[in-house]
């Protein structure tokens, strides 16, 4: 009797399974992307280790101060794709009087734009 039909099953099943981990592992990734394509946990495995602690342990005066140790242009590089909402990165910013203030503005000058595109058309 020969072993041969039953190696063959095993390593279609193998191949099957590696497959179909490679299409769970695609399928998280992208479940995991922020709204601008980028996703979170690449982000941070390219950080350098010291800016990774600091975003564990969640330390501002610690990142502040492991940017200032470093090439200014790698430094921003690395602020921009943690910053910016491409990549999920949850970003606290805290909300002041003055941002405040400026997003009120914002609104009201849109809302004269309006205005004045409205008027425009109906005369």
Same mark, same amino acid.
């Given at each position: 009797?020969?072993? %041969?039909? *039953?190696? =063959?099953?095993?390593? #279609?099943? $193998? @191949? #099957? @399974?590696?497959?179909?981990? !490679? !299409?769970? !592992?695609? !399928?998280? /990734?992208?479940? =995991? *992307?922020?709204?601008?394509? *980028? ?7 390219? *950080?350098?280790? +010291? ?13 502040? +101060?492991? @940017? ?15 910053? &910016?909402?491409? %990549?999920?990165?949850?970003?606290? @910013?805290? &909300? &002041?009087?003055? &941002? =405040?203030?400026?997003? $009120?503005? #914002?609104?009201?000058?849109? /809302? =004269?734009? /309006? /205005? #004045? ?7």
């Amino acid at each position: 009797m020969s072993w %041969s039909p *039953l190696k =063959r099953v095993r390593g #279609r099943a $193998k @191949i #099957r @399974i590696q497959k179909a981990m !490679e !299409e769970y !592992e695609e !399928e998280e /990734r992208q479940n =995991r *992307l922020g709204p601008g394509g *980028l996703d979170p946990v690449e982000v941070y495995d390219t *950080l350098p280790e +010291e800016m990774k602690k600091c975003f564990d342990d969640k330390d501002i005066s610690m990142l502040q +101060e492991a @940017i200032s140790k470093m090439d200014p242009m790698e430094a921003k590089g690395h602020m921009k794709r943690c910053m &910016t909402q491409d %990549s999920g990165f949850p970003t606290p @910013i805290p &909300t &002041t009087k003055r &941002t =405040r203030k400026k997003k $009120k503005t #914002r609104k009201k000058q849109r /809302r =004269r734009e /309006r /205005r #004045r595109r409205n008027d425009s058309v109906m005369n």
